[in-house]
């Protein structure tokens, strides 16, 4: 059976990609990737070997653009969606698998086209436009935040490494691999006082922002653990008692497969907020603790930090998460088709 798994743009979209196309693998199912030239779809894909193909298209995003763009880069993504047709047809594919964003679009639509079943799955708490605008078209519609809740897809790695954390020896700050420069700042100003109680950081600033800030960790007389990309975050995150970070989904979710507390700081130009009800989420729970961008009094995070429940937490976060979500995701595709 061949299926075609699409979107990406970032890397919370690209991750469950990758979890699906390795469930795909142990089930013996042939994927074929259909991605963008633009974002970090070819980072990730371009020499990924798993792919029966992979398809690289000139798609672009259509949100935040004026409307005459938007409808330009509409007819863009129909002409593409021609070419999905044709590969469809090529390799007799029995279904498309869309994870959002606007890589997913050219596939999305010409599985409609096609009249080849398309599954969506939702990574976020608010729906991204795509997925709004083609959930009533699609066979079946999948969420971790939908009343019908399927596990979200994380990699084994993140279970593998979970621990219970007791005590705040470590704190791990995440802006993602392209950096956040809020998070970044927060960390230089936190870290002065973190060192004074004794408390290690492992920090992740950023591709572009490396060297900078590696700099001013030597100019504090400050050793810790800086870098920008990981592909093996999971052991970073291991180390760690606590994290601030970001609330995109696949983070969030990873966080909560290591059983790691968090302070969340989402993104608050993240499309319909959606990072703020990602972690609303958890917070619901009394499972993390959260600060909007425009309200960090360094003292009061200091004293939540200091104050945060680790083992309470950690504990309960094991119920959040479930390994082989991606696993039980594919499963219940295959029974659609």
């Not at 890397?11 to 994927?31: D, F, P, T, W």
């Not at 653009?65 to 469809?88: G, P, V």
């Not at 009061?300 to 979500?325: A, F, P, V």
Request: hydrophobic fraction near 40%.
């Amino acid at each position: 059976m061949m299926i075609v798994l699409t979107g990406g743009g970032t890397g919370g979209h690209l991750a469950i990609v990758r979890c699906l196309l390795e469930s795909a693998q142990r089930k013996n199912v042939a994927c074929i990737y259909i991605g963008s030239q633009n974002g970090q779809d070819m980072a990730w894909f371009e020499k990924e070997t798993r792919f029966k193909d992979k398809f690289f298209l000139s798609s672009r995003g259509v949100v935040n653009q004026s409307k005459f763009n938007k409808i330009n880069s509409f007819l863009h993504i129909l002409k593409l969606s021609k070419e999905c047709k044709q590969i469809f047809k090529n390799y007799k594919v029995k279904a498309v698998i869309s994870v959002g964003g606007y890589s997913a679009a050219p596939a999305s639509f010409g599985a409609l086209f096609s009249n080849i079943p398309l599954f969506i799955h939702e990574q976020n708490s608010k729906s991204g436009s795509l997925n709004k605008l083609l959930k009533p078209f699609c066979k079946k519609f999948f969420s971790a935040f939908e009343e019908e809740i399927t596990p979200y897809p994380v990699a084994d790695k993140f279970f593998d490494h979970a621990r219970i954390r007791k005590e705040l020896k470590n704190i791990i700050f995440l802006g993602g691999s392209q950096g956040a420069s809020f998070i970044n700042e927060l960390a230089i100003n936190l870290a002065p006082r973190l060192k004074e109680k004794n408390i290690n950081i492992i920090h992740q600033c950023g591709k572009n922002d490396l060297e900078k800030y590696k700099q001013i960790y030597k100019n504090l007389n400050i050793e810790a653990d800086i870098f920008d990309f990981s592909p093996n975050l999971e052991q970073k995150m291991s180390i760690a008692d606590l994290a601030i970070s970001r609330a995109g989904a696949s983070t969030l979710f990873e966080l909560c497969a290591n059983t790691l507390p968090a302070i969340f700081i989402p993104y608050p130009y993240a499309a319909k907020n959606h990072q703020y009800f990602n972690a609303k989420f958890l917070q619901e729970q009394d499972l993390c603790k959260i600060f909007t961008q425009n309200n960090t009094d360094i003292d009061e995070i200091l004293q939540t930090i200091l104050q945060i429940n680790l083992e309470d937490i950690s504990t309960r976060l094991q119920n959040i998460s479930q390994k082989n979500g991606s696993d039980i995701l594919l499963e219940k595709i295959l029974k659609l088709i």
